[in-house]
C-alpha cells in the first residue's frame, strides 16, 4: 500500500488541463504523469442506446497535474496507458467497478494496482455507498458544486460547468484517500484495504453469461429445464445484444426472456403467445430464440446449470441468527454489517456453501467461532 509524503505532496498547486484534445497536450499529460507511484482515475462514459460503453473522457489526478483527456478527439492514448498500466502504478477511484468495466471494454486491462475510496470509506465506517461528493465533505469538508451526472458527455464543446464537474471527480480524490489511509491505519486496518482491493482487482468486470443468468429475478422457481433454457436465452440475449450493440433490455426484457424459459415454447406460434412485444419480434428472432431453446437440452448446458444452480433457500430462522451475529460483531467494530459480511454471503452460508472471502482473510477473522466456524490465520501481502 503505498504511503506518500502528504507534506510533500501539497507543496505545489497540480497544473490544471481542462481537456486535452490535441496529441501535444496529450504527451504532457504524459510527462506529467511519468513514473508517478499513484494517479486518480475516473471516467465519463455514455451508454443509454448502447451495448458497448461509448468511454467519452478519462480524467487523470497526480499530485502534479489535473486533467480531462478527450477520448473522442483523434488521439493515440497508447502513451498515456503505458504510464497508468505501469507495473507500481497504483490508482485510486472511488467506486470504481463502472470505470473499470469501461476501461477493460476499451483495453483488456485491468490496473497494476488499485484503491476504490468508497471501500476504504466503509472500512473505517462510513456508509458502505457512500457517495464522492459525501466523502468529500466527510473527509476534506469539500462542497462539490452542482452535479452534472446526467450530462451527454459524447457532446462537443463540453459547457464549462460540465468540464469543472468532471475535473471536480478526480481532483480531491489523492487527499481524500490519504485521510482515509490515515484513518485506517490507526485502526489496523490498512490490511483489509489491501485484501478486499485484490479481490476487486481479481473480478471479472464484465458480468459473464452465468453471472447474468444467475441474477435474473425469479429464475429459483424454475425446473432444471427452464433455468436451462434461461441461460441459453441469456447466452443468445448477450451474442446478439453485442452484434448490433445494443443494451440488452432493448433485445429482450429480463420479463419476457423468464416467460418464454417458463414456457419452452416448440414453434413460433407458441412463441409468439408468451410474449408481450411485437408480434415483428417473433418473426425477427423467432428461429434463433428457439434454436436457443433447443440447445438447452444439452447436457453441456445442463450441467453448468446444476453446478451453478442458485442455491436453495436458507432456512429463515438461520439466517435470521446469522444476520445478528454479524449485526452485533459489526457494531462491535463500528462496521456497517453488509461490509461484513451480506445477506447474500450468509444465505450461502446457511446452505453450506460460504463465499471464499468468508472462509478465509479479515472478515473470517473477525467472525472466527461466531458462524460455526474455525479462525483461518491472515496475513497482509506485505507481511508474507
Known sequence: MPNPDSAQANVMEPRVIELVATQDA????????RATPMVAVDTEFVR?????????????????????????????????????FRD???????????????????????????????????LTGLTPQIGL???????LQVELGESHARTDWSRRPLPAAALKYALD????????????????????????????????LGERPVADDVTI????????????AQQSAALALVRWRESTAQRLDRPRRWILADEALLGIAQALPASLDELHATLTVAARFAAKHGAEILAAIAESGSEQLRSIVREHSLQQAPDKQRLKELQEIVRRRAGELKLEPEILATR???????????????????RAT???????????????????
Not at 489535473?66 to 504510464?83: F, I, R, S
Not at 461528493?133 to 473527509?139: A, H, I, M, N, S
Open 213 to 224: 443468468w444467475s441474477r435474473l429475478r425469479g429464475a429459483r422457481t424454475l425446473t432444471l
Open 344 to 362: 447474500r454471503d450468509l444465505a450461502a452460508l446457511a446452505v453450506g456453501s460460504p463465499p471464499g472471502h468468508l472462509r478465509q482473510g479479515w
Open 48 to 84: 443509454e442506446t448502447t451495448y458497448y460503453a461509448k468511454l467519452c473522457l478519462i480524467q487523470i489526478a497526480t499530485d502534479k497535474l489535473v486533467a480531462c483527456v478527450d477520448c473522442l478527439a483523434p488521439l493515440d492514448l497508447a502513451p498515456l496507458y503505458a504510464e497508468i
Open 169 to 200: 471527480d478526480v481532483r480531491f480524490l489523492l487527499p481524500a484517500w490519504r485521510h482515509l489511509q490515515e484513518q485506517l491505519g490507526a485502526l489496523g486496518r490498512l490490511p483489509w484495504l489491501e485484501e478486499d482491493s485484490r479481490r476487486l
Open 88 to 122: 507500481g502504478c497504483t490508482w485510486i477511484l472511488h467506486s470504481a467497478r463502472q470505470d473499470l468495466e469501461v476501461i477493460w471494454q476499451r483495453t483488456e486491462r485491468m490496473p497494476p494496482q488499485l484503491i476504490d475510496t468508497q471501500i476504504a470509506a466503509a
Open 133 to 139: 461528493e459525501g466523502l468529500l465533505l466527510k473527509t
Open 366 to 384: 473477525e467472525l472466527a467461532g461466531l458462524l460455526g466456524s474455525p479462525a483461518p490465520s491472515i496475513q497482509s501481502e506485505k507481511s508474507r
Open 26 to 33: 496529450l504527451d504532457s499529460v504524459v510527462d506529467l504523469v
